[in-house]
């Protein structure tokens, strides 16, 4: 089978489409002919060599991804059991080395019905991401949560997960995003100069999210008044007393309220851009580069 790895870490340059066996489920796991993969900010900090705690040190040569979707064509001992899966069934999730024509997941739902195999791909993390932090950081319906960095994947999703629950969002982004934020039932307004005086005139700020790592801490604890308000994921070190959330939480769950707010129409996160497996590398400098519109993904 076909599959994205690297040697030695680096930029986009060291991702190789190589020849490689093909994995098998084990026990509680399913194996997937991968349709489309994910493209998460993780996949790209651990081919860096970045030190995240939620992620163990791996060996080279190594398998890039988390997330796919595909269909079920190997079922590991017990999987069944689980939510009865089967052969054939078409279904969304985590699990290793998803830049490839077959994975393995551990953790899946079925595809709610009108999905798309390039849409399915795009929610697993960014989900689990997005319920996380929402948490953690402890707003409540009738509050309003500030995210700074609001038009990507994550920032999409916990917009749509907010107005949802009642919590009004004010989100910043590029000038080209405004309208797009808007669509999701935020208060919009653009970064750079002058930022924290827009998000003051839009209303008092409950608590805050930094999902972009754009050197906003300091502001984001001013606008709050607490430093215990504000979480990052972008930031691996924010100063000030402001924590950052990397330990995942519970992906079964995470992937039932996906199918549920699908389902309801309550949630929908577009795919800015697909590539191919080979051109992962430029799937992944996009990324680093930002100003993303929903989700990017990989199509198999």
Do not use: C
Not at 11 to 25: I, N, R, T, W, Y
Not at 160 to 166: D, E, L, S
Not at 174 to 182: I, P, T
Not at 262 to 291: C, F, M, N, W
């Amino acid at each position: 089978m076909k599959k994205v790895i690297f040697a030695e870490f680096g930029g986009p340059d060291v991702l190789h489409l190589v020849d490689a066996e093909e994995p098998h489920a084990g026990p509680g796991q399913i194996r997937v002919a991968v349709r489309a993969a994910g493209v998460n900010p993780v996949d790209w900090r651990i081919r860096e060599g970045q030190s995240l705690g939620a992620h163990p040190t791996i060996e080279l040569p190594a398998g890039v991804g988390l997330d796919a979707a595909g269909v079920v064509d190997e079922v590991g001992a017990g999987a069944e059991d689980i939510d009865g899966v089967k052969v054939g069934d078409h279904v969304f999730g985590e699990g290793t080395d998803t830049y490839a024509e077959f994975a393995v997941l551990s953790a899946w739902a079925r595809m709610p019905e009108g999905l798309t195999f390039d849409e399915a791909a795009g929610y697993p993390s960014v989900m689990e991401t997005a319920l996380r932090i929402i948490r953690e950081v402890g707003v409540r319906p009738g509050q309003t949560l500030l995210v700074s960095g609001a038009s990507g994947g994550v920032g999409s999703a916990v917009l749509q997960i907010a107005r949802h629950r009642g919590i009004t969002v004010i989100g910043t982004a590029g000038a080209a995003n405004q309208d797009y934020l808007r669509s999701l039932g935020a208060l919009a307004t653009t970064y750079g100069e002058g930022w924290a005086d827009r998000v003051r005139r839009l209303g008092r700020v409950d608590a805050a999210l930094d999902l972009a790592g754009s050197g906003v801490i300091r502001e984001l604890v001013e606008l709050t008044g607490d430093p215990q308000r504000v979480i990052s994921i972008a930031d691996l070190a924010p100063a000030l007393g402001v924590r950052f959330s990397g330990v995942a939480g519970s992906m079964p769950d995470a992937l039932a309220e996906t199918v549920d707010l699908i389902t309801r129409r309550k949630l929908h996160i577009p795919v800015a851009k697909s590539y191919t497996l080979a051109e992962a590398a430029a799937a992944h400098a996009d990324s680093q580069a930002g100003h993303t519109r929903g989700r990017r993904v990989l199509l198999v």
